[in-house]
């Protein structure tokens, strides 16, 4: 079993910038490939970044450019430029053992998820 505990989320005016942390606590977490994804209000949850064990990234195009994932073992940051309020979401960390790492329905463990707002 793997715990997931993000932070980091707030209100943020456009442009501006944000960082977000998830500490995995649990068998192997260092290990395994870790993502955020996210979920705008009224829309599913989508795919924002990943982060292998070996440091290996992955990125949303809609994000590419602007964030930056990186990891320390079991913790992974999400580093968020250049914020759009089109960003506004409530940010999910998460646990991939073996899969697609864009694929949400392929990862195993989640967090509570935390809140980014941005505004014009």
């Known amino acids: 079993q793997v715990q997931l505990v993000e932070s980091g989320g707030g209100f943020v005016q456009a442009g501006g910038s944000l960082k977000l942390s998830c500490a995995a606590s649990?068998?192997?977490?260092?290990?395994?490939?870790m993502g955020w994804f996210r979920q705008a209000p009224g829309k599913e949850r989508t795919f924002v970044a990943a982060?292998?064990?070996?440091?290996g990234t992955q990125y949303a195009d809609s994000v590419s450019g602007r964030f930056i994932i990186t990891r320390i073992n079991a913790v992974v940051y999400l580093y968020m430029a250049n914020l759009r309020p089109e960003d506004t979401a409530v940010y999910y960390c998460?646990?991939?053992?073996?899969?697609?790492?864009?694929?949400?329905?392929?990862?195993?463990?989640w967090g509570q998820g935390t809140q980014v707002t941005v505004s014009s």
């Open positions: 998460a646990v991939l053992e073996v899969g697609a790492w864009a694929r949400q329905s392929d990862y195993d463990y």
């Open positions: 649990g068998r192997s977490a260092s290990s395994y490939v």
């Open positions: 982060i292998g064990s070996n440091g």
